[in-house]
């Protein structure tokens, strides 16, 4: 299964910027990257995803590294709400979730 | 926006009866799939399917498990003889790739919560 590598947790202040880091050392070239959220009781919830150009929509943006061995997605003013689990996912056909990143948002 | 649906949202179950979990994917999707999330554990995958035929499995997914699509809409999952071990949030996802790759996102239902006693 594909692996990726997150921190464990991260800490933000609302309306501030929040960039969210992912390793993923073993991805193929025709892998995308997929990143989840996950809000408390919920189910998870497609973010954003990119294959080698940086992204934006209107949740996020993620920007993917030349070598594609890495990615950050960035919240450009994280609210109350954007509190979850963020998951970084490569691979095919089905999603292999991590541990992910707990982000906690501060008033 | 649509969206896919679960039913029931919890449901209570005597250990060794059967289960049948119910989703409702997003009409035009054509990809199906079950995931389950163990209490402070991560989600994990169970099954895809696809044109009526399991695509992939895990090795979670083993004979007591089975999956259907009795008609046009719902997708089911069916546990036939529950364990405690299988208590666990269930997650239905569909998306509308047309081809078994990972380039079109899925969207998840909020899930139903088994509980096995």
């Known amino acids: 299964d594909a692996k990726t590598t997150q921190p464990n947790s991260m800490e933000s202040n609302e309306e501030e910027p929040v960039h969210l880091p992912c390793n993923h050392s073993t991805i193929s070239g025709t892998d995308y990257i997929h990143w989840y959220r996950q809000l408390p009781s919920q189910g998870p919830e497609y973010v954003i995803h990119?294959?080698?150009s940086n992204v934006n929509n209107r949740m996020a943006s993620l920007a993917i590294a030349e070598d594609r061995k890495s990615s950050t997605l960035i919240l450009h003013r994280a609210t109350l709400r954007d509190a979850a689990v963020y998951y970084c996912?490569?691979?095919?056909?089905?999603?292999?979730f991590g541990q992910g990143t707990r982000l906690t948002i501060n008033p | 926006e649509p969206e896919v649906t679960q039913t029931p949202s919890h449901q209570v179950t005597q250990m060794g009866q059967e289960v049948i979990l119910r989703c409702v994917p997003i009409?035009?999707?054509?990809?199906f799939y079950w995931y389950r999330q163990i209490l402070g554990q991560k989600v994990e995958f169970l099954v895809s399917?696809?044109?009526?035929?399991?695509?992939?499995k895990s090795e979670i997914f083993d004979d007591q498990f089975s999956v259907e699509r009795p008609d046009g809409s719902n997708f089911t999952l069916k546990i036939r003889s529950t364990k405690l071990e299988d208590s666990a949030m269930y997650f239905c996802?569909?998306?509308?790739?047309?081809?078994?790759?990972?380039?079109?996102?899925?969207?998840f239902g909020d899930g139903t919560r088994l509980s096995i006693l």
């Open positions: 990119g294959l080698t």
């Open positions: 009409s035009n999707h054509l990809y």
């Open positions: 996912i490569h691979g095919a056909q089905k999603l292999v």
């Open positions: 399917f696809y044109n009526n035929e399991i695509s992939e």
């Open positions: 996802a569909s998306s509308e790739a047309l081809r078994a790759s990972l380039n079109q996102p899925q969207h």
